[in-house]
Antibody, heavy 122, light 107 residues
Framework: EVQLVESGGGLVQPGGSLRLSCAASGFTFSSYWMSWVRQAPGKGLEWVAN????????YYVDSVKGRFTISRDNAKNSLYLQMNSLRAEDTAVYYC???????????????WGRGTLVTVSS | DIQMTQSPSSLSASVGDTVTITCRAS??????LNWYQQKPGKAPKLLIY???SLQSGVPSRFSGSESGTDFTLTISSLQPEDFATYYCQQTYSTVWTFGRGTKVEIK
């Protein structure tokens, strides 16, 4: 079955760290850009970061630059998000998403995980 | 960064109605615009990519169009399962951004 399964969420104090994981199965993980998208409780979607198939390119939303690091292990079919210096405003459900690309280079998220909740609170 | 202004933030409609949701980009994004549907407690689902290409398996009552920096999602003959929140997303730049969402509620 083609799927993404996130793990690693939980309660963490402000200033703390957490590492999220995303296990991919049912498709050739190493052939896709991958992303993290988050959604604060009752709010909209926010793209967080992208990583190229081989990990050589990474992009981040400004609000997490210098604090979050996206990485991947293609041998383990896994995507990661290392989150440091966490703030209350980082509280959200974090989704792992696969970036597909159509002809003419149109990118989109065609596969999503169910998400993992990160709560930053003292 | 490119800002996506989505409107309305919510709307009420009846089964069978035609609904239109708009997204305006802060600069030209060509056709790099996607639409997603999200139901409570669920992950988003891709509906349309490249401004008007229908994702496989998505009903044909969903359609997309563009005019310059304005993009429209149209749902024809609204069905009970269409009541959800809809988001646009641009993937033109290296920093991808979503609109704030439109909640479609039952009238």
């Amino acid at each position: 079955e083609v799927q993404l399964v996130e793990s690693g969420g939980g309660l963490v104090q402000p200033g703390g760290s957490l590492r999220l994981s995303c296990a991919a199965s049912g498709f050739t993980f190493s052939s896709y850009w991958m992303s993290w998208v988050r959604q604060a409780p009752g709010k909209g979607l926010e793209w967080v970061a992208n990583i190229k198939e081989d990990g050589s390119q990474k992009y981040y939303v400004d609000s997490v630059k210098g604090r979050f690091t996206i990485s991947r292990d293609n041998a383990k079919n896994s995507l990661y998000l290392q989150m440091n210096s966490l703030r209350a405003e980082d509280t959200a459900v974090y989704y792992c998403a696969r970036a597909g690309m159509a002809a003419r280079g149109f990118w989109y998220f065609d596969l999503w995980g169910r998400g993992t909740l990160v709560t930053v609170s003292s | 960064d490119i800002q996506m202004t989505q409107s309305p933030s919510s709307l009420s409609a009846s089964v069978g109605d035609t609904v239109t949701i708009t997204c305006r980009a802060s600069q030209s994004i060509s056709r790099y615009l996607n639409w997603y549907q999200q139901k409570p407690g669920k992950a988003p689902k891709l509906l349309i990519y490249g401004s008007y290409s229908l994702q496989s398996g998505v009903p044909s009552r969903f359609s997309g169009s563009e005019s310059g920096t304005d993009f429209t999602l149209t749902i024809s003959s609204l069905q009970p399962e269409d009541f959800a929140t809809y988001y646009c997303q641009q993937t033109y730049s290296t920093v991808w951004t979503f609109g704030r969402g439109t909640k479609v509620e039952i009238k």
